[in-house]
């Protein structure tokens, strides 16, 4: 057995392969083994993939037709053999010495898996930014340095991330909660990580930035694709995970302020083209929820202003124009209220304060 299974799922990643398969190759940590599932990717990756493993035996190489990138870690997982389980996915970076602080970490307090930071990189732009999604910092607040499970976060359940890459799993306990990324979606991480956090007792976040994740419009998630639709369905099945544990009622709140919030979200990102598309299938699904008055009247009182205009101007709007035009209003004042937000943290900060006396000196001689 050895000591982490790396799973990779690669579609038509060429530019960045090899250097992502290097950053785990060449690890501080050698007792490895990399699982990668080629699913059906048009370009050269399956032969950089196969030259790869003909170098090093820890390399190990599976193909499929293309069922997307949930499928392909599905897969992958199968033939995990590790101790801990890590998911890279084959356009980013892992800092060098992750696995071996992340292994040592592990296992010192026996944990169900670790959370760590990550940084976005734009490839298109060549800006790198540590996001607040990536950051997690009220998580990391809260918990500090203790071993914590789901139930200590209460609704800043909804401030983790989802994203598979900034997590270190124990592997057995990933086979005990028997959870799965969704298949034939995007986003389908989401699925796998709240089936896994639920599952959780022993967790620990680690606050150090271990990953670069790549941003670039290649990716799944920046096509900006009929595919966005997707997250539509992800969202039901979320749902149907918090109602699987038998905690839908405890976090009611959040799951219905992310579900409008997060379907929202990727609505201004689709192709201007789609948009319409977009719109109708948010009416369609929102109109199910409208349609059962006592699921509606259980949820819509614990909406916020924004998550509530969202399921309103979706019901009564005809199309996307119409909506647009009703959100414009809503959006506005989160913006104000947004700079307000900020201007106040500027007010409150350090900085401000040491050169207060040097604004009022400037007043004086205005």
């Given at each position: ?175 005990r909660t028997g959870a799965q990324f969704a298949e034939g979606l995007i986003f389908h991480d989401n699925i796998f990580w709240w089936d896994i956090l639920l599952n959780g007792e022993r967790i620990y976040f680690y606050k150090k930035y271990l990953y670069t994740r790549k941003n670039h419009s290649k990716s ?147």
């Open positions: 057995m050895v000591k982490v299974s790396v799973i990779m799922p690669v579609y038509n990643a060429e530019d960045y392969l090899e250097e992502s398969i290097n950053g785990i190759l060449n690890q501080s940590l050698k007792d490895l083994e990399l699982i990668c599932v080629d699913d059906g990717s048009k370009d050269s990756s399956l032969a950089i993939l196969n030259d790869f493993a003909a170098k090093d035996n820890r390399v190990q190489v599976y193909h499929q037709e293309n069922r997307g990138g949930g499928a392909a870690r599905n897969v992958a997982m199968t033939h995990a053999t590790g101790e801990y389980l890590y998911c890279m996915d084959a356009d980013d970076e892992l800092d060098q010495n992750a696995l071996k602080k992340l292994y040592k970490i592990a296992t010192k307090k026996d944990l169900d898996f670790v959370m760590f930071r990550a940084t976005n990189y734009d490839v298109d732009t060549g800006v790198s930014q540590r996001i607040r999604y990536f950051r997690m910092d009220a998580v990391a607040e809260k918990v500090g340095d203790s071993v914590f499970s789901y139930r200590d976060l209460g609704d800043l359940i909804f401030e983790t991330s989802s994203t598979p890459w900034c997590k270190f799993y124990n592997l057995d306990f990933v086979k799944s998630t920046g096509a900006g694709d009929k595919r966005y639709i997707d997250s539509i369905k992800i969202s039901d099945m979320i749902w149907d995970i918090f109602k699987k544990h038998g905690v839908f009622d405890e976090y009611k709140t959040g799951l219905g302020i992310r579900k409008f919030d997060k379907v929202y979200h990727w609505y201004p990102e689709i192709q201007p083209e789609l948009r319409e598309m977009y719109f109708q299938a948010m009416k369609e699904n929102y109109q199910k929820i409208a349609d059962d008055k006592e699921f509606y009247d259980y949820i819509i009182d614990d909406l916020t202003p924004k998550s509530r205009a969202i399921f309103e101007n979706t019901i009564s709007s005809a199309n996307h124009e119409e909506f647009d035009e009703k959100m414009e209003p809503v959006l506005l004042k989160e913006k104000i209220g947004e700079l307000e937000q900020e201007n106040k943290d500027l007010q409150s900060s350090t900085s401000w304060k040491i050169t207060e006396p040097l604004r009022a000196i400037k007043k004086i001689f205005k």
